[in-house]
């Protein structure tokens, strides 16, 4: 069976792609690939067993119909400013019009209609001078939270809204390759996620790739597998910090998340705060490496003592390496390692007093960690020097904006790295130097976080309804 178009992975950008060529061009024959599970069936054992059990084949955080997005926090940055280059490649204006047009979409499905952070402009103010004061500049956001629960709610709608237009979905089914004829795709090969076999050769006009941050090393390799035009881009390593609400309450009402960027001494380096949670919890996610990562969530209605928020350290890397995926994923190693497998989680205090942290010194602390099987232990140890350092002297400059951040007590949990580093070189429609192939999101390397990754989605939608 012919297709007119292949979208392989049901992350944000794949889905929008669908749902915007389908109410554009509603006779266009679709199928949508994925390598997990549908969102019913998208369940974490943690909730019960209170630890990781890294379930196989795939982690069902980071897998399944609608990406890691469906288990994040579910904000919705409204800005062009937030979440990757794509102005860069159509133009700031051009994005803008595009989140509008794409937030209604997820008004219709039922997204919370209230937006964080557009009142109480003269407190906005107040915390921007504090924050030049510190040395750091804040990107003033609007953000519409749609919250862990609610985000899987609306893509569930979503969901069935793709069934019932027609669309076809193939779940549990593992983009193997793609196959290219003459500088031209023409389809792709696929296999079953369960255990591999059953290999079959599925054919279209169009191939969209839409793997995710997770798929964003499998999209490597098939660059290099069939030439396809790509450069190495900046991968980001860093923590998850955590401290009680008290101390981020201002900023939370105020702002609900603040985008704060610094470029700290001595190395001036790029390090930036990102997808902060109030009231949230530190999560875990696994990679199909093995490879544990943290993240943080959360819920509208379940709410923690906690606030939680990503540091994040950019690393640019030239000539004779060109491997940040690769760099990013030896330095989460390493943690798991020190970690048995596990999330690690240090005390502020103690890195600055040269100690690791014990756990019985996290049961008497302020600051009850809302990951329950992350392991005290020195995160320092596998941290590359300068990354801590950039992280250290940036949660110094913080707590000028917010006083007590770098309280003794404040949690630093690791490895954070985002899985976004190569960069596939496109055109302003998204296409590749292969003919019909076309890479959006997170693993193109153009787009960070829902928002854009949707946007981008529709975009595309847009373009292939015209061709």
């Not at 330095?331 to 048995?340: P, Q």
């Not at 999330?343 to 205090?349: A, E, F, N, S």
Request: overall charge positive.
């Amino acid at each position: 069976m012919k297709y007119d178009l292949i979208i392989v992975g049901a992350g944000p950008s794949g889905i929008f792609t669908a749902l915007e060529l389908n109410r554009k061009k509603p006779v266009k024959k679709i199928l949508l690939i994925e390598q997990g599970k549908s969102i019913e069936k998208r369940r974490c054992p943690k909730d019960k067993t209170k630890k990781c059990v890294n379930c196989r084949p795939f982690c069902n955080i980071t897998t399944g119909f609608s990406g890691a997005g469906a288990f994040s926090d579910g904000k919705l940055s409204l800005s062009p400013e937030v979440g990757g280059d794509l102005p860069e490649l159509i133009g700031y204006n051009y994005v803008q019009e595009l989140i509008e047009y794409t937030d209604k979409i997820y008004l219709q499905f039922g997204a919370d209609t209230k937006v964080e952070g557009m009142d109480s402009r003269e407190e906005i103010k107040e915390i921007r001078r504090k924050a030049i004061e510190a040395g750091l500049k804040l990107v003033d956001c609007p953000i519409r939270h749609l919250g862990t629960e609610k985000a899987q709610e609306i893509y569930q709608e979503i969901e069935k809204y793709l069934f019932s237009r027609g669309i076809e979905i193939k779940l549990e089914t593992k983009t193997a390759d793609i196959i290219v004829d003459n500088g031209t795709v023409k389809g792709v090969v696929v296999t079953d996620s369960l255990n591999g076999d059953l290999s079959e050769k599925i054919y279209g006009d169009n191939v969209v790739i839409s793997a995710g941050r997770k798929g964003a090393d499998w999209l490597k390799s098939l660059c290099v597998q069939h030439g396809i035009i790509h450069k190495a881009g900046t991968v980001d390593i860093g923590v998850r910090v955590e401290v009680r609400n008290e101390i981020m309450e201002r900023v939370n009402n105020v702002l609900y998340e603040s985008k704060l960027i610094g470029y700290p001494r001595p190395y001036r380096d790029k390090v930036r705060t990102f997808c902060q949670n109030p009231g949230g919890f530190v999560s875990q996610e696994n990679y199909d490496n093995n490879l544990a990562v943290v993240n943080g969530h959360s819920y509208k209605n379940v709410k923690s003592n906690n606030t939680n928020l990503a540091i994040l350290c950019s690393h640019n890397f030239s000539h004779p390496f060109n491997e940040p995926i690769r760099y990013g994923a030896q330095v989460a190693e390493l943690l798991n390692m020190l970690g048995d497998g596990r999330i690690l989680v240090q005390r502020y205090g103690d890195i600055l007093d040269g100690k690791r942290t014990w756990q019985n010194e996290l049961s008497r602390s302020n600051v009850v960690p809302t990951l329950p099987d992350a392991v005290a232990g020195d995160i320092t140890s596998a941290v590359p020097y300068r990354t801590m350092t950039n992280i250290l002297n940036f949660i110094e400059s913080l707590n000028t904006v917010v006083p007590g951040f770098a309280a003794a007590e404040t949690l630093l949990y690791g490895p954070e790295v985002k899985f976004y580093s190569n960069k596939v070189i496109i055109n302003k429609k998204f296409e590749t130097n292969i003919k019909n192939l076309y890479c959006l999101g997170d693993a193109s390397g153009w787009t960070r976080g829902l928002m854009m990754a949707s946007l981008m989605g529709v975009r595309m939608g847009q373009i292939l309804s015209n061709k």
